[in-house]
């Protein structure tokens, strides 16, 4: 797995997922950070010319540095509600295939403090390159769990006591209207299809965002960060002594 750009890699590098790193020669003032923290955790850097960089970040904006990632620890569903530590708060991902968005919604996961991501492995963005870019490195911190069905999946989660929240522009109910302090997971559909049909029926509830606007509908990956958000409101609230 390769990633690219200063931040995803330092953050790689704090994770301690980093391999082996290349790095252009001619900026070295503002790759000192990655140089050394590359050498403290005993990682290799190797010089390399901008041309090489660009082969290997595919046109992306590597800053000067790539670096190649050991594999990602593997999750299950189960063991990402195991794991939370308090009313576990999930992401389901159906079909999520631009990693722009793909990153941003691990970005913001991991700005949430939420316990991790479900996503299935079919039609589905790669968490390398451009997500892991647009992610701004959360890639190396946010816990995922692959699957190979999200209904399925959503049904484990279920019956592990989670309460499964999709989001659908028709729904009458809107975010900010459900307790989201109970164990939850959000579900959120592809780019411009939305929630598949079955995946919208698996769901215990479905739950619109109210557009003040003209435009009909938000950005996935900033629908997520808006529920997620008020997730965060409400458990944050409900937390203060009277």
């Not at 190797?46 to 970040?57: F, G």
């Not at 006591?161 to 989201?180: P, S």
């Amino acid at each position: 797995m390769l990633i690219y750009g200063l931040n995803p890699v330092l953050e790689a590098l704090r994770a301690g997922r980093v391999i082996a790193i290349r790095m252009s020669s001619s900026d070295r003032e503002r790759l000192r950070a990655v140089r050394q923290l590359a050498e403290s955790a005993g990682v290799a850097v190797r010089s390399a010319e901008v041309a090489e960089l660009d082969r290997a970040a595919r046109g992306g904006v590597h800053q000067g540095v790539v670096a190649e990632l050991r594999a990602a620890e593997e999750y299950t569903p189960q063991e990402l509600v195991a794991g939370a530590a308090g009313a576990p708060l999930l992401v389901v991902l159906d079909g999520i295939e631009d990693p722009h968005n793909l990153g941003a919604i691990v970005r913001s996961v991991d700005a949430a403090g939420a316990d991790g991501i479900i996503r299935q492995t079919r039609h589905a963005a790669r968490l390398d390159g451009a997500a892991a870019k647009a992610s701004a490195g959360a890639v190396a911190h946010v816990k995922i769990a692959e699957v190979v069905n999200i209904s399925r999946a959503i049904g484990e989660l279920k019956d592990a006591g989670v309460w499964t929240v999709g989001l659908d522009a028709d729904a009458r109910e809107t975010h900010d209207q459900i307790d989201l302090t109970l164990p939850t997971a959000i579900v959120l559909g592809a780019e411009g299809q939305g929630l598949r049909r079955l995946v919208r029926e698996s769901c215990d509830r479905l739950v619109s965002i109210p557009m003040r606007g003209h435009v009909s509908s938000l950005n996935v990956s900033v629908a997520a960060a808006v529920v997620l958000f008020e997730a965060v409101r409400q458990r944050a609230r409900r937390t203060k002594p009277d």
